[in-house]
C-alpha cells in the first residue's frame, strides 16, 4: 500500500466525510436533521459483511486510530499498536471503522463545524449528547456503509460506555463487546473532575458564552486548565513518580512561578499542545456525555436488567494501575454481566501507568485482546 | 469565663496580634526587617513554662483553632473537637498556642497586608516561603511568649510538615512531635494539583500579576477552581460517594452547565464561601511552601539523616482512607525515624472521609492523641 511505512502498519490512510442523511431524534429531545461523520476504515470488508469491526472513542480521541496520513507524518494513529496487518485487531481478516464522534472537532458535525440554518459554527447552539445519541448515530453509519451486525464493537474509557450502551440498544447488532478501562457510571469523584474541568473553560473570559470563534478568541486557559487535570486522571500516582519523580530542573529554588519540577513542566506541555487541537465545546460536550452515562438508570438502576437485552457475548479488561475506572469499576460491569446471564470473559492487567495504560502496547493486554479477537474472526467466517 | 458555650469549650477567645521585631532572613535570600503575626491562646502558662503546646495550621486554616469570637458565634475554631478543658489537648494543662503563618491572610503579615515601605499591600513583591522559614518565624514567636522549648509540637497535613521542621530546625526546643496526616515532601501528583490551582489563579485575568488589590478586584474565578480541586483531594472517592452518591438534583437532564448532581453543588459552594474569606496571593505561597518542602534534600536525600538532629519523641498518625497524603507516606517519615534511632510512636486510625478526617473527632483518633499528650502533661509536670 504504501513505501516507508512499517509492514505491520495499515500504511496511509484517507479520512472521509460520511453525511447521514437521516434525521436523529436526540436524547434532549431536539432533532438534527442531518449529520456527517468523518471515518477511516481499514482492512477490506467480507462479502458476507461479517467481519466488521467497530472502535469508539474516548474523550480526546478521533478518527484516526490507525495508520499514517501522509509519507512525513512520524505519529501514526491513536491505536494503531492494536489496528494493523498482524496486529489484535487484524486488518488483514476485520474490516475496521473508526470514526469521530457526532459533536467532535475533527470533521464531524460538532459545535465548531458551520450550522446550515445560521452559516456559523453551532458553537453553544449545539445539542449536548448522551451514549446514547452516539449509538444512534454510529447506527445510522453502520447503515450507510452496509453493516448489519458489527463483528466486534470494541473501545477503552469513554470508548467502552458507547460499546456496553450498544449491547443494550442495539443488541442484534453486535456480536461481541470489547468493554476495555471503563465503568458503569462515573463516581462522584469523576464528575467533580469533570465539573472543574468545565468550570474552567465557562469562567474563562475568551469563553464568551461558546460563541468563541466570533471573537477571533480561543479560551487558551480555561481548556488548559482542564486538559492539564484530566492528566492527573491519566497517571497513576506510582507512574508519576516514576516519570518525573519530583525531579526539580533546577538546583536552586526559583522562589517564583516558573516551572521547577519536571510534572509542572509535563502538564504545561500537555495542555498546551491540546489547546491547539482541540475544540473547548466539545470538550464540555464530552465531559457532559460521561456525566449523563448510566445504562442502569432507564431500567430500575439495576444494572443486570439493562444487560439482560444484550445478545453479544463480553470481554471486559481492566488495568490495576487504572485509578480513573478501576478495576473494581470493571469488576461492576462484569457482576452484572452474570447476573444478567451474560457470556463475559474479564482480564486484569498488571500495569503501572493508570488509565492511559489501555493506549499501550502491554503484551499481557496485547495477547489477551488477540486471542479473543482470533475466536471473533473465526466466527465470522475469516 | 462565658455563658451558653459548651462545658468543655474555651469559650470566648480574642486573637492578638504580636509584634515580631527581629529582622527574619529567608531561604529566598531576602530579610523581613520586622513582622506581626496574628495569634490565640487557650490554657495558662505554668511557672516552669513547660506546658506549652505549639499548633501548627494546614494549607487554608489559621490562628482560630478553638472556642469562639463572640457570643453569637455559631462555627468554633477549626480544631474545637481537639482542644479545650478535659479534651485531648486539655486547656486545663496545657497553655496552647495556635497562630496565622506568616503569609497568611488572617491579620499576620502577607501579601494582602500593608507593605510599610509602600504604603500597598505587598502582593506579588511579598517573598515566597518555606516551611523552614515558618519554624524560623514561630521560633521568634515563642521567645516573645518566653517559651524556650514545647512540650508538643502539633499539626496535620501542612501543619504536620512544620511539627517535623521544627524538631530537625530547632530541637532543643520540641520535646514531642505530633506529625498528623503528613508527608515528608509531596508526590509529583500532589504537585501537579498544586500547580494547577496556580495556573487557575495566576491565569485568571482579574489576579493582575497578584495587584488585583489595587484595581479593587478579586481573581474570584482562578481561586474558586483551585479550591474546588483541593477538595477532590481532602474526601476519599468512597467518602464522596457517600456523600453525594452520584444523586442528581433534578428528575430529567438540563443539557446545559447548570448544577446537575450534588457533588457539583458542593464543589461550586465550597469554592465560592472560600473566595469570600481567603487571599489568592497567600494560597499561590502555600501552595509553594508544600511544594518546597522536604527536609531530606538538606542532608543528602536522606531524610533519617534529617531526623538524626532531632531530639523530640515522635507520634505519627495517618489514615486509612486518606489519599493525598496516604498512610504510606506516613509509614516512610516512621521509617526514616526508627533509622535514625528517634522514639516513634505511630497510629493508623480507621477512617472513611479522606484527608479531612484529620480535622473530625473519631473515637480511635482522640484516644490516641488523649493518651499520648497525657504522657506530655505528666512530663510536663501539669
Redesign the interface.
Known amino acids: 500500500m504504501s513505501t516507508g511505512f512499517p509492514a505491520d502498519s495499515v500504511g496511509l490512510v484517507q479520512p472521509r466525510r460520511i453525511p447521514i442523511a437521516q434525521p436523529l431524534t436526540l436524547?434532549?429531545g431536539r432533532v438534527l436533521p442531518q449529520h456527517e461523520l468523518m471515518v477511516e476504515t481499514y482492512g477490506t470488508l467480507n462479502a458476507a459483511h461479517s467481519n466488521a469491526v467497530l472502535i469508539c472513542h474516548a474523550l480526546s480521541g478521533d478518527h484516526h486510530a490507525a495508520g499514517f496520513h501522509d509519507a512525513q507524518d512520524r505519529k501514526p494513529g491513536w491505536w494503531d499498536s492494536c489496528i494493523g496487518p498482524g496486529k489484535p485487531i487484524d486488518t488483514n481478516r476485520f474490516f475496521v471503522v473508526s470514526l469521530n464522534n457526532l459533536g467532535g472537532c475533527q470533521g464531524s458535525t460538532g459545535p465548531s463545524t458551520v450550522n446550515p440554518e445560521t452559516g456559523r459554527p453551532y458553537g453553544p447552539d449545539f445539542?449536548?449528547l448522551?451514549v446514547r445519541d452516539w449509538v444512534r448515530s454510529q447506527a445510522l453509519l453502520a447503515d450507510a456503509l452496509g453493516i448489519g451486525r458489527w463483528a466486534a464493537v470494541v473501545g477503552g474509557s469513554l470508548g467502552g460506555m458507547q460499546v456496553m450502551q450498544w449491547t443494550i440498544d442495539q443488541p442484534e447488532r453486535v456480536a461481541h463487546a470489547l468493554v476495555i478501562a471503563a465503568a458503569p457510571?462515573?463516581?462522584?469523584?469523576n464528575?467533580?473532575?469533570n465539573?472543574?474541568a468545565?468550570?474552567?473553560i465557562?469562567?474563562d473570559?475568551d469563553f464568551h458564552g461558546g460563541r468563541f470563534y466570533d471573537h477571533g478568541v480561543v479560551p487558551t486557559?480555561g481548556l488548559?486548565?482542564a486538559r492539564?487535570?484530566g492528566?492527573?486522571t491519566y497517571?497513576s500516582?506510582e507512574a508519576?513518580?516514576a516519570?518525573?519523580?519530583?525531579l526539580q530542573r533546577v538546583n536552586q529554588?526559583s522562589?517564583?512561578?516558573d516551572v521547577?519540577?519536571?510534572?509542572?513542566s509535563y502538564?504545561?506541555y500537555q495542555?498546551q499542545s491540546f489547546v491547539e487541537r482541540f475544540d473547548a465545546n466539545t470538550y464540555?460536550l464530552m465531559t457532559?456525555a460521561l456525566?449523563?452515562f448510566?445504562p442502569a438508570r432507564e431500567h430500575g438502576d439495576d444494572l443486570a436488567a439493562a444487560f439482560r437485552r444484550a445478545q453479544a457475548r463480553f470481554l471486559v479488561i481492566a488495568f490495576s494501575s487504572d485509578w480513573r475506572f478501576s478495576p473494581q469499576r470493571s469488576r461492576e460491569i462484569v457482576r452484572a454481566l452474570v447476573r444478567a446471564g451474560r457470556d463475559v470473559s474479564y482480564a486484569l492487567i498488571e500495569s503501572t501507568l493508570g488509565h492511559d495504560d489501555f493506549l499501550m502496547p502491554i503484551p499481557q493486554y496485547q495477547r489477551v485482546l488477540r486471542d479473543y479477537l482470533d475466536r471473533v474472526a473465526r466466527e465470522a467466517g475469516t
Open positions: 436524547d434532549c445539542p449536548l448522551t457510571k462515573l463516581s462522584a469523584q464528575i467533580a473532575f465539573e472543574i468545565r468550570q474552567a465557562l469562567s473570559p486557559h488548559k486548565l492539564m487535570l492528566h492527573i497517571l500516582d508519576m513518580r516519570k518525573f519523580g519530583r529554588f522562589f517564583n512561578f521547577e519540577f519536571e510534572v509542572e502538564l504545561r495542555g464540555l457532559k456525566d449523563y448510566d
